[in-house]
């Protein structure tokens, strides 16, 4: 093996990026949330980057993976996943209830795992491209299209957040009035051509005026509703039927694969998820039930670049279409995301990104999506930098906190705001 491919250091890097009060089903995003980087640094002297979720449970395992990397290959990426078990041993103790904040399903052992490889994956992907001098997605095959569409992820949300901390300048939109003005400065700042509703925050009827405003403010334009499983079968169905003429689809409205098969086998709109088929484990079960007609990938917790195109061919195989989920990000997860999409034949939904709420970033260049679009890079690796000014910034800022916002918690911090808040289901 050329001694040029070795790892000779991996450096983990936990940090803190400010965040808007967006709201969702589970409480309300906190002023800070973790992030993790990932950097892999070559005997070549090349370094290589990764980014996934910053919580405790996540940077245990990035240690634990971090100390075994050395000494082997760049190129070795399928490894990543036994190398990975042999240096988890807690894996029995996870407690498989929903993540508080992140949404996406059920938590296993094996879902936190992945969600730390797909970090050394792309890394060790962008190290690997930097020293071929080839983009990233020439060693996933070669991109099938020149631009990744991304769709303007709205949120009902609050001006300022209860406990203090940043502020931006988009205000409060509590209202359809207030989605539609989001949606409006989406459009000029990026050129979002479709549009997605983070719901089961109000009671459905207002959620399902926001989507009639919407279909009224951009006629024609595709729209998506997202209430993370608040609904019960039949509210689902009562929803469906009342937006069924502007829905591209309706992601996740209720809980679990039954309700979900028991929805489409009563509905023509198209129902999405990044709740119930969130691991390779739950694939069968829904497809045989035809619960859902789309699949939102995500690299992070589906194990990483490679296992994004598995899943993108078991879509295809069965004819389940595609589209991309997304949490609160950075840009070299972007830049991971829009590699890979670039390589995904049956993608033909916009991509999911939270990126347009996030100020703060650690790569030097900030992307620019030009309608709604950005293009795929074909520099080296995944052709962004680190601006290592701000990763110490961030990093100072997550060393400084108490403990508070080292693990994502919605929940908490709308407690913050009215201590007796409990999720509500409809
Ligand atoms: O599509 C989804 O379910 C998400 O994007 C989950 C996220 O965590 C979102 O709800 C959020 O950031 O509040
Ligand atoms: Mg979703």
């Not at 990975?84 to 103790?93: F, K, L, M, R, Y």
């Amino acid at each position: 093996m050329d001694a040029k491919l070795i790892v000779d250091e991996v450096r983990l890097t936990p940090i803190l990026i400010s965040d808007p009060p967006l709201l969702n089903v589970q409480g309300v995003h906190q002023p800070y949330t973790p992030r993790l980087v990932v950097e892999v640094v070559t005997r070549g002297g090349v370094s290589g980057l990764g980014e996934t979720y910053g919580d405790t449970v996540y940077l245990d395992i990035a240690g634990r993976l971090a100390e075994v990397l050395p000494g082997r290959s760049i190129t070795d990426v399928n490894a990543l996943f036994a190398l990975s078990e042999s240096v988890d041993p807690h894996q029995a103790d996870v407690d498989p209830a929903v993540d508080a904040g992140g949404l996406r399903g059920v938590r296993t052992a094996d879902k936190l795992r992945l969600s730390v490889v797909s970090a050394f994956e792309t890394a060790c992907l962008d190290a690997l491209g930097r020293t071929l001098g080839l983009p990233v997605h020439a060693l996933l095959g070669g991109k099938v299209r020149d631009s990744v569409e991304y769709s303007a992820y709205l949120f009902h949300r609050w001006a300022t957040h209860p406990a203090g901390g940043p502020v931006d300048d988009w205000g409060a939109a509590l209202d359809p009035a207030g989605i539609v003005a989001q949606a409006r400065r989406f459009d000029r700042l990026h050129g979002f051509r479709s549009f997605k509703l983070k719901g089961g925050v109000f009671e459905p009827e207002r959620e399902i005026a926001a989507i009639r405003a919407l279909a009224e403010a951009f006629p024609g334009r595709p729209l998506r509703l997202d209430p993370n499983g608040a609904w019960s079968v039949e509210t689902s169905l009562a929803v469906a039927r009342e937006l069924g003429d502007v829905l591209e689809y309706l992601e996740d409205p209720a809980s679990g694969t039954d309700a979900m098969a028991e929805i489409a086998a009563r509905t023509d709109v198209p129902l999405a998820t990044n709740m119930c088929v969130t691991t390779f484990e739950e694939v069968p079960e829904a497809f045989a039930k035809e619960a859902v007609r789309i699949v939102l990938c995500d690299h992070h917790y589906w194990g990483g670049l490679g296992r994004t195109r598995e899943l993108a061919a078991l879509c295809r195989t069965y004819g389940v279409g595609l589209s991309m989920h997304s949490n609160t990000h950075l840009g070299i997860s972007l830049a991971a995301m829009t590699q890979v999409a670039a390589t995904l034949p049956g993608l033909h939904h916009a991509c999911d990104t939270h990126y347009p709420w996030q100020t703060e970033d650690v790569i030097t260049t900030r992307p620019v999506f030009r309608a709604g679009r950005l293009a795929v890079s074909d520099a080296p690796g995944l052709g962004v930098d680190l601006d290592r000014d701000a990763l110490a910034a961030l990093h100072h800022r997550w060393l400084s906190d108490d403990g508070t916002h080292h693990d994502r918690d919605d929940t908490a911090a709308m407690r913050g705001a009215a201590p007796d808040w409990k999720p509500s289901s409809w």
